[in-house]
Every structure is written in structure tokens, then in C-alpha cells.
């Protein structure tokens, strides 16, 4: 069973800086590891019905970033396959940052999340991670 568990989250002001981790788990008995496969970090902000695109990292034989506009230049999405660790280097924090934050990867190595003119959105089979809050106060 895939596990994804967050942690890092919590309340700063503005201008300062967060890292996120996402320790995954229960995907390497075939023999896969992380840099098998696409990672990403959505949000949901507050009073949003629908998780918003982050930041990505596709999968090693692409191993390609992509970041949504509003964090480009401020936030890093990074791995550390021997850890199975996924993170978020969050810098210069705006009050807008403030939101629910998942790590998710799709359950099939060697895939993509969907991408569309923008960013990324979710597999309808994801796995995620029970999410971490992060508050950036003004």
C-alpha cells in the first residue's frame, strides 16, 4: 500500500520561508523507485472547492519541472530518491500562499500527471498525502 505523509507546514509572515517534505512509501516491492515516477504538490486554498497545481517533477526518463505562475521564482520542487522524499522549498511567502498543501504521485510509474496550457492537474487515481497547512500571515 502507497503512503505519501507531509509534514513542514505551519504559520509564518510574510516574506518567510518553508519546506515541505513528503516521505513516501509502499512502492519500491517491484523494484521501482521515486525517480520512477512524476511527483507533484497541489493546493487548496481557503473556501476553494478545487486543489490547484504547484509544482511538478516528472518522472526521471523526462525529468522535467514545471511550476504554476504564481509561485515561479519562489518556490522549488526537488527529491531525494534515497530517501523516497519529496519536498517544497517555499521562499518569499504572500498571504495567498495560504492553503492546504498535498504532495501526490500517480499510481502508475513512468506516467504523467494531465497536463493542460497552465499546469498540471490530477490523475482521477492518484495517490496523495493527507496534506499540511500552511498560513502565511500579514
Known amino acids: 500500500q502507497v503512503q505519501l505523509v507531509e509534514s513542514g507546514g505551519g504559520l509564518v509572515q510574510t516574506g518567510g520561508s518553508l519546506r515541505l517534505s513528503c516521505a513516501a512509501s509502499?512502492?519500491?516491492?517491484?523494484?521501482?523507485?521515486?525517480?520512477?515516477?512524476?511527483i507533484g504538490w497541489f493546493r487548496q486554498a481557503p473556501g476553494r472547492a478545487e486543489r490547484e497545481f504547484v509544482a511538478v517533477i516528472q518522472w526521471s526518463g523526462v525529468d522535467n519541472t514545471y511550476y504554476a505562475d504564481s509561485v515561479k521564482g519562489r518556490f522549488t520542487i526537488s527529491r531525494d530518491n534515497a530517501k523516497n522524499t519529496m519536498y517544497l522549498q517555499m521562499n518569499s511567502l504572500k498571504p495567498e500562499d495560504t492553503a492546504v498543501y498535498y504532495c501526490a504521485m500517480p499510481r502508475s510509474a513512468l506516467t504523467s500527471f494531465v497536463y493542460y496550457d497552465g499546469g498540471f492537474s490530477p490523475n482521477d487515481d492518484d495517490y496523495w498525502g493527507q496534506g499540511t497547512q500552511v498560513t502565511v500571515s500579514s
Open positions: 509502499g512502492f519500491t516491492l517491484s523494484g521501482l523507485t521515486l525517480e520512477d515516477y512524476s
